[in-house]
């Protein structure tokens, strides 16, 4: 799996876009980029995944740049039920997800 | 709720009893997964079950034995656990493993080992 570089923690205003990157230099042509979100003592919840075209779900919208070396998550209204953990994984089809620490996004009232 | 469901949600035991964690999925999923999760650090993957054959142990010591009589139902045995060993564990399931489908994960169970 690709190794995948975030940010430890981002704070967003309520009601604002959160965007979240995640660089992922060495990702090959067939691994995906996954999102997933974890909130305080739960299990980590999908959000979206993609190879190279920017997708979109009611949840949140990924923008993968053409080189495929970064992305970001976007929350376009972000909510204090937003705050967790978010999680970016670059993995193929033949592997399992290996999670590292994540961002630790904050909404703010 | 996810579709994946674990029991029981928080569970102490002493180093020498023995336990089990339950987890069950009724989503229709062939692939079954445990990962645990110690205090902040990174979720580490325990073990893997694919069409109810286990298909990955990632050096887990044998104080774990997992278990999976079908597709919908994942079990992990405990004995002679250890302080340390407390942590979040977390049970997911996928359609397929080694196919391009997202984990669904339980809401875990909470282990303190006094």
């Known amino acids: 799996d690709a190794k995948t570089t975030q940010p430890p923690s981002m704070d967003c205003a309520e009601g604002r876009a959160a965007n979240l990157p995640c660089n992922h230099s060495?990702?090959?042509?067939?691994?995906?980029v996954y999102w997933y979100r974890q909130i305080h003592s739960q299990g980590p919840q999908y959000i979206i995944h993609g190879l190279k075209n920017n997708e979109t779900n009611e949840m949140a919208s990924l923008i993968i740049t053409e080189d495929r070396k970064s992305s970001t998550l976007i929350l376009p209204h972000a909510t204090l039920r937003d705050t967790a953990v978010y999680y970016c994984?670059?993995?193929?089809?033949?592997?399992?997800?290996?999670f590292g620490t994540g961002t630790s996004l904050t909404v703010i009232p | 709720e996810t579709g994946v469901t674990q029991t029981p949600r928080h569970l102490v035991m002493g180093m020498t009893n023995k336990k089990s964690l339950k987890c069950e999925q009724h989503l229709g999923h062939n692939a079954m997964y445990w990962y645990k999760q110690s205090a902040k650090k990174p979720l580490e993957l325990m073990f893997v079950?694919?069409?109810?054959?286990?298909?990955e142990n990632n050096s887990v010591p044998s104080r774990f034995s997992p278990e999976c009589p079908n597709s919908s139902h994942l079990f992990l045995h405990l004995h002679t656990l250890q302080p340390e060993d407390s942590a979040l564990y977390l049970c997911?399931?996928?359609?397929?493993?080694?196919?391009?489908?997202?984990?669904?994960f339980g809401s875990g169970t909470r282990l303190t080992v006094v």
């Open positions: 994984i670059a993995t193929n089809t033949g592997n399992q997800f290996y």
């Open positions: 079950y694919n069409f109810k054959e286990q298909t």
């Open positions: 997911a399931s996928s359609q397929a493993h080694r196919e391009n489908y997202g984990y669904t």
């Open positions: 060495t990702i090959s042509g067939n691994e995906y």
